[in-house]
């Protein structure tokens, strides 16, 4: 079948050091025939300069597969090429190699093309039109019957929450508004797929809040997200499952819990006061104000606590330490560290 | 025409209203207006002379300078500003975009050129108190400057398709100039010799051929063209602007958008 | 895939329009031809042309010289004789840039010259020329022109005169002042005008202006020969009482050594009246003995 050939032509185009071993997913949990974004070894060579021209990569042949119905985070610090694979998803640009299909489609198929919503980086629109006449354009780009155009206008509008500046030209708009009218263009003409570029970036957290709403919300009507972001906690929270991109190479694929469960299994304990009782020294221990805080494996949990009581210290919590995708992905960028350590490290500082 | 074509279009033309590209026509008014007033004044015989003159003047110069302006703000800017994003990533083929905003912006300059001829008619109107036959030759003056902004936006188009605003903007203006004055460069070329002679040959016949579309001065002397010259001049305008419009297709479809 | 399609058919379209429209432009050529320097007619007032001209009259006067040239080239080309654009176009050129010296030159040549050489306006063409003069006194060629024309004209007394100004100019060339002196004592004898047409052949830098003195000098030596040869059957005539019947006659009374050719290789003819004339008179157009008799120039 199509994607266990693309999984095995994915283990060879992983990098060596990509400890994490591909997750077994299993196509039967979505019913649908075909993925939602399939990808295969497309890569991207720029040229620079203006007489000269220099080639620069952008993106080593990179290969995953993202299933409909599927939330799928495409992380990667800024320059990692993120925004290069899905300009070429788009046909904004041409790959220098390799191949993707968008739910089965060629990238130039205006079929597929009615299918998906875009959300570009830092969107800019036609500053002269207002929110209703924008959208209104862009439906009619994508073929929305025009009959139906005017309501689906105001219910995205609503949804996006702009209703109340439809009449507005764009030039007025502030950048949290421009977003939410990328998003209203995104995802105006009910698209299969909707691909987001950095959707959060640039925005409140009240704004960053309701965009992983709407996201939430756009997988529970059943499409898929795809969007990349370089904040790991906007995607951690999010996704089904991530790729993970670092100079042009993919570090790493798979659902948030796959890719971080070597990195988790410890717990924070913090108690009142500022003495550390002797057996406890070896823990990394730091004192804060009258608090004193501790992180050690979970196995030794019950010891620890039980040392407390008998030295009569006053215990405050005990939680899990939660390894974000942050963590991972520092473990990542220096590979030659073993991640646990820079695990160990953070949660102890 | 396929109807994102025509979306595309519309789009144009709203933009160009918008971006209060009309307001030309206060200039071109004010122009006229005063230019009539004072020759009502010191002509007798030449009055009509100078008001078609001035007035068709006017005309292709505030129309060619639209014409590339917004002709060049038509790719470049929507490249630059990256509008075009979220157009191409919907069912529009980069060849409608092109052909989209050449037959907005060529509506936005058929209007605008409608209403200067409104003008020019208005002004010999008020000189020469009424019309004659002869000013139908006007009209067809007018249509042949048409066909000149058409070639013009053409060309902006295909500069900008590959070059910056500004380049483009240089580009297209002195290709208008070097057309204004195509005849007379083919013959430059007749007096060379060699390799060189067929090399500028090439150049001079990929140069717009403005001379025969500008007959101001004998309209203006109340002669007019022959019929077939107007058929084989339409012909040709439409053969140029297919060619260099393909050239832009060929170009953009190729092209990374940055 | 549909990229593929879109840039093969763009192409393909690409190609076909270009061809088709160096076609077109060359029909159109065709049907307007002339059309541009027509309006030159137009133009009332070449002052209005240089104000309109903003500024770059040197370059429209550029246009204008080339134009003339042309349209010059391409008359005599199409041996139409008939050149009513030349006074148009070269006083208007003259008019933006009074400092275009070749412009004289050129209508000193050819303005003035009888209908199917010239435009046949040698008032116009010494207006040119003492214009010229008015605004480049210091320039030695125009006088040089000025006399050609007054020389055309058959007017030695002038021509003797503006060789006699130009000699005055510093840095003249020497020989005006031989020509002053010739043109003065020798005015209507061929040896001046050898002489004349001799120096514009070899001083000039027009390719055309050099063609015409060739004209010239060839006209001229026909004439020179069919002198002589007349001469002969002059003293044939005498010798004998009667008219030789052809060249043959001449050989072999021992007063030719040969059947004679003319400066570009053909036989020379004898009719009854013993005139020798030229096989090809259209070859000689500024000649005025070597023709046949009756013989019309060709004009249309
Ligand atoms: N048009 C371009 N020309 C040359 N280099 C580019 C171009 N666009 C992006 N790059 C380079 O490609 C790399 C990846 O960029 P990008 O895809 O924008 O990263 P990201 O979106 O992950 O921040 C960067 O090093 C960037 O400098
Ligand atoms: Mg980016």
Same mark, same amino acid.
Request: hydrophobic content about 45%; proline content about 5%.
């Given at each position: 079948?199509?994607?266990?050939k693309?999984?095995?032509?994915?283990?060879?185009?992983?990098?060596?050091?990509?400890?994490?071993?591909?997750?077994?997913?299993?196509?039967?949990?979505?019913?649908?025939?075909?993925?939602?974004?399939?990808?295969?070894?497309?890569? *991207?060579?720029?040229?620079?300069?203006?007489?000269?021209?220099?080639?620069?990569?952008?993106?080593?042949?990179?290969?995953?597969?993202?299933?409909?119905?599927?939330?799928?985070?495409?992380?990667?610090?800024?320059?990692?090429?993120?925004?290069?694979?899905? *300009?070429?998803?788009?046909?904004?640009?041409?790959?220098?190699?390799?191949?993707?299909?968008?739910?089965?489609?060629?990238?130039?198929?205006? $079929?597929?093309?009615?299918?998906?919503?875009? &959300?570009?980086? #830092?969107? !800019?629109?036609?500053?002269?039109?207002?929110?209703?006449?924008?959208?209104?354009?862009?439906?009619?780009?994508?073929?929305?019957?025009?009959? #139906?155009?005017?309501?689906?206008?105001?219910?995205?509008?609503e949804?996006?929450?702009?209703?109340?500046?439809?009449?507005?030209?764009?030039?007025?708009?502030?950048? +949290?508004?421009?977003?939410?009218?990328?998003?209203?263009?995104?995802?105006?003409?009910?698209?299969?797929?909707?691909?987001?570029?950095?959707?959060?970036?640039?925005l409140?957290?009240?704004?960053r809040?309701?965009?992983?709403? &709407?996201?939430? #919300?756009?997988?529970?009507?059943?499409?898929?997200?795809?969007?990349?972001?370089?904040?790991?906690?906007?995607?951690?929270?999010?996704?089904?499952?991530?790729?993970?991109?670092?100079q042009?190479?993919? $570090?790493?694929? +798979?659902?948030?819990?796959?890719?971080?469960?070597?990195?988790?299994?410890?717990?924070?304990?913090?108690?009142?006061?500022?003495?550390?009782?002797?057996?406890?020294?070896?823990?990394?221990? $730091?004192?804060?104000?009258?608090?004193?805080?501790?992180?050690?494996?979970?196995?030794? #949990?019950?010891?620890?606590?039980?040392?407390?009581? $008998?030295?009569?210290?006053?215990?405050?919590?005990?939680?899990?330490?939660?390894?974000?995708?942050?963590? !991972?992905?520092?473990?990542?960028?220096?590979?030659?560290?073993?991640?646990?350590?820079?695990?160990?490290g953070?949660?102890?500082? | 025409?396929?109807?994102?074509?025509?979306?595309?279009?519309?789009?144009?033309?709203?933009?160009?209203?918008?971006?209060?590209?009309?307001?030309?026509? @206060?200039?071109?008014?004010l122009?006229?207006?005063?230019?009539?007033?004072?020759?009502?004044?010191?002509? @007798?015989?030449?009055?009509?002379?100078v008001?078609?003159?001035?007035?068709?003047?006017?005309?292709?110069?505030?129309?060619?300078?639209?014409?590339?302006?917004?002709?060049?703000?038509?790719?470049?800017?929507?490249?630059?500003?990256?509008?075009?994003?979220?157009?191409?990533?919907?069912?529009?083929?980069?060849?409608?975009?092109?052909?989209?905003?050449?037959?907005?912006l060529?509506?936005?300059?058929?209007?605008?050129?409608?209403?200067?001829?409104?003008?020019?008619?208005?002004?010999?109107?008020?000189?020469?108190?009424?019309?004659?036959?002869?000013?139908?030759?006007?009209?067809?003056?007018?249509y042949?400057?048409?066909?000149?902004?058409?070639?013009?936006?053409?060309?902006?188009?295909?500069?900008?398709?590959?070059?910056?605003?500004?380049?483009?903007?240089?580009?297209?203006?002195?290709?208008?100039?070097?057309?204004?004055?195509?005849?007379?460069?083919?013959?430059?070329?007749?007096?060379?010799?060699?390799?060189?002679?067929?090399?500028?040959?090439?150049?001079?016949?990929?140069?717009?051929?403005?001379?025969?579309?500008? @007959?101001?001065?004998?309209?203006?002397?109340?002669?007019?063209?022959?019929?077939q010259?107007?058929?084989?001049n339409?012909?040709?305008?439409?053969?140029?602007?297919?060619?260099?419009?393909?050239?832009? @297709?060929?170009?953009f479809?190729?092209?990374?958008?940055? | 895939?549909?990229?593929?399609?879109?840039?093969?058919?763009?192409?393909?379209?690409?190609?076909?329009?270009?061809?088709?429209?160096?076609f077109?432009?060359?029909?159109?050529?065709?049907?307007?031809?002339?059309?541009?320097?027509?309006?030159?007619?137009?133009?009332?007032?070449?002052?209005? %042309?240089?104000?309109?001209?903003?500024?770059?009259?040197g370059?429209?006067?550029?246009?204008?010289?080339?134009?003339?040239?042309?349209?010059?080239?391409?008359?005599?080309?199409n041996?139409?004789?008939?050149?009513?654009?030349?006074?148009?176009?070269?006083?208007?050129?003259?008019?933006?840039?009074?400092?275009?010296?070749?412009?004289?030159?050129?209508?000193?040549?050819?303005?003035?010259?009888?209908?199917?050489?010239?435009?046949?306006?040698?008032?116009?063409?010494?207006?040119?020329?003492?214009?010229?003069?008015?605004?480049?006194?210091?320039?030695?060629? %125009?006088?040089?022109?000025?006399?050609?024309?007054?020389?055309? %004209?058959?007017?030695?007394?002038?021509?003797?005169?503006?060789?006699?100004?130009?000699?005055?100019?510093?840095?003249?060339?020497?020989?005006?002042?031989?020509?002053?002196?010739?043109?003065?004592?020798?005015?209507?004898?061929?040896?001046?005008?050898?002489?004349?047409?001799?120096?514009?052949?070899?001083?000039?830098?027009?390719?055309?202006?050099?063609?015409?003195?060739?004209?010239?000098?060839?006209?001229?030596?026909?004439?020179?020969?069919?002198?002589?040869?007349?001469?002969?059957?002059?003293?044939?005539?005498?010798?004998?009482?009667?008219?030789?019947?052809?060249?043959?006659?001449?050989?072999?009374?021992?007063?030719?050594?040969?059947?004679?050719?003319?400066?570009?290789?053909?036989?020379?003819?004898?009719?009854?009246?013993?005139?020798?004339?030229?096989?090809?008179?259209?070859?000689?157009?500024?000649?005025?003995?070597a023709?046949?008799?009756?013989?019309?120039p060709?004009?249309?």
């Amino acid at each position: 079948m199509q994607t266990s050939k693309l999984l095995n032509v994915l283990a060879c185009h992983l990098p060596a050091e990509t400890f994490v071993t591909l997750p077994p997913y299993s196509v039967a949990r979505y019913n649908f025939s075909v993925p939602a974004i399939e990808i295969l070894g497309l890569e *991207k060579v720029y040229h620079v300069g203006f007489w000269r021209k220099r080639p620069k990569r952008a993106l080593h042949p990179l290969s995953f597969v993202v299933e409909q119905g599927e939330i799928f985070g495409f992380l990667g610090p800024n320059g990692a090429g993120k925004t290069t694979t899905l *300009k070429m998803l788009m046909g904004l640009v041409f790959p220098t190699g390799g191949s993707a299909k968008i739910l089965g489609m060629d990238l130039d198929d205006p $079929r597929m093309k009615a299918q998906i919503g875009f &959300l570009p980086e #830092q969107p !800019y629109f036609y500053d002269y039109l207002t929110a209703h006449e924008l959208l209104r354009y862009y439906g009619q780009l994508s073929g929305v019957n025009s009959k #139906q155009l005017t309501a689906r206008v105001d219910t995205v509008l609503e949804h996006v929450g702009l209703k109340d500046s439809a009449g507005v030209q764009l030039r007025k708009f502030s950048k +949290g508004m421009l977003q939410r009218a990328g998003i209203a263009q995104a995802i105006l003409h009910d698209p299969k797929v909707v691909f987001l570029d950095e959707p959060m970036s640039g925005l409140d957290p009240m704004g960053r809040r309701e965009v992983r709403v &709407l996201i939430e #919300q756009l997988k529970n009507e059943g499409k898929t997200v795809f969007f990349s972001t370089h904040i790991l906690s906007d995607a951690e929270a999010l996704c089904d499952r991530v790729a993970i991109l670092n100079q042009g190479m993919l $570090r790493g694929v +798979g659902a948030v819990e796959e890719l971080t469960a070597g990195l988790r299994g410890q717990v924070e304990i913090v108690w009142a006061g500022t003495s550390v009782p002797p057996s406890l020294r070896s823990a990394a221990c $730091r004192i804060a104000g009258d608090t004193v805080r501790a992180v050690v494996p979970s196995d030794q #949990q019950d010891n620890v606590i039980e040392t407390l009581r $008998r030295e009569k210290l006053r215990l405050i919590s005990v939680t899990p330490v939660r390894v974000s995708l942050e963590d !991972y992905f520092m473990a990542q960028l220096s590979p030659d560290q073993p991640s646990a350590a820079a695990a160990n490290g953070k949660a102890a500082q | 025409m396929s109807s994102r074509i025509f979306h595309i279009a519309a789009n144009t033309f709203r933009e160009a209203v918008r971006d209060r590209v009309l307001y030309n026509l @206060i200039a071109f008014a004010l122009l006229l207006t005063g230019a009539a007033i004072l020759v009502g004044q010191i002509s @007798i015989q030449i009055e009509r002379l100078v008001v078609i003159n001035l007035g068709l003047t006017a005309v292709a110069l505030f129309g060619v300078v639209i014409a590339i302006f917004i002709g060049i703000g038509l790719v470049s800017k929507e490249i630059e500003k990256r509008t075009l994003y979220t157009v191409l990533s919907r069912p529009v083929a980069r060849w409608e975009f092109i052909a989209g905003k050449f037959v907005g912006l060529s509506g936005t300059l058929v209007v605008n050129a409608s209403c200067m001829a409104v003008g020019v008619f208005a002004a010999l109107l008020y000189v020469s108190r009424q019309l004659h036959g002869s000013d139908a030759w006007v009209l067809v003056a007018i249509y042949f400057i048409v066909l000149q902004f058409l070639i013009t936006t053409a060309l902006a188009l295909f500069f900008s398709s590959f070059s910056s605003p500004l380049l483009s903007a240089v580009f297209t203006f002195c290709l208008f100039v070097a057309g204004s004055f195509a005849e007379d460069l083919r013959g430059f070329v007749g007096l060379s010799h060699g390799l060189q002679h067929w090399m500028a040959v090439i150049a001079v016949y990929a140069i717009p051929n403005f001379s025969a579309l500008n @007959i101001i001065n004998q309209v203006a002397h109340g002669n007019g063209v022959s019929g077939q010259l107007v058929f084989w001049n339409t012909a040709y305008a439409l053969v140029y602007i297919v060619a260099v419009l393909s050239g832009a @297709i060929v170009i953009f479809e190729y092209r990374n958008l940055k | 895939m549909r990229r593929r399609r879109t840039i093969r058919i763009a192409a393909a379209l690409l190609i076909l329009s270009c061809a088709g429209s160096v076609f077109l432009l060359r029909l159109v050529d065709r049907l307007r031809e002339n059309a541009t320097l027509e309006e030159t007619i137009y133009i009332s007032s070449p002052r209005l %042309l240089k104000h309109l001209s903003l500024g770059y009259e040197g370059l429209l006067a550029d246009v204008y010289w080339t134009r003339a040239v042309q349209y010059f080239g391409e008359q005599h080309h199409n041996d139409s004789g008939e050149y009513k654009l030349l006074w148009p176009l070269l006083n208007i050129t003259t008019q933006l840039d009074p400092h275009l010296v070749p412009a004289y030159e050129f209508g000193a040549a050819f303005l003035a010259s009888r209908p199917p050489l010239g435009a046949g306006l040698p008032e116009q063409a010494i207006e040119l020329v003492e214009y010229g003069i008015r605004n480049n006194p210091d320039d030695w060629h %125009l006088y040089y022109d000025l006399g050609f024309v007054y020389y055309d %004209l058959k007017d030695y007394a002038k021509a003797s005169d503006a060789f006699e100004r130009g000699s005055h100019v510093p840095n003249a060339h020497p020989f005006l002042r031989i020509m002053a002196a010739q043109t003065a004592q020798h005015g209507g004898e061929t040896r001046t005008a050898q002489m004349l047409w001799t120096s514009v052949y070899e001083t000039t830098h027009d390719p055309q202006i050099r063609d015409n003195a060739k004209s010239h000098l060839v006209s001229l030596t026909a004439d020179l020969q069919c002198e002589e040869l007349e001469q002969i059957v002059a003293a044939y005539r005498q010798r004998t009482g009667r008219n030789p019947s052809s060249f043959a006659d001449l050989v072999r009374a021992g007063m030719l050594r040969g059947i004679p050719v003319d400066p570009t290789g053909t036989q020379y003819r004898l009719d009854d009246d013993g005139h020798v004339f030229v096989s090809q008179p259209a070859d000689f157009p500024y000649s005025e003995k070597a023709l046949p008799s009756g013989y019309v120039p060709r004009r249309r």
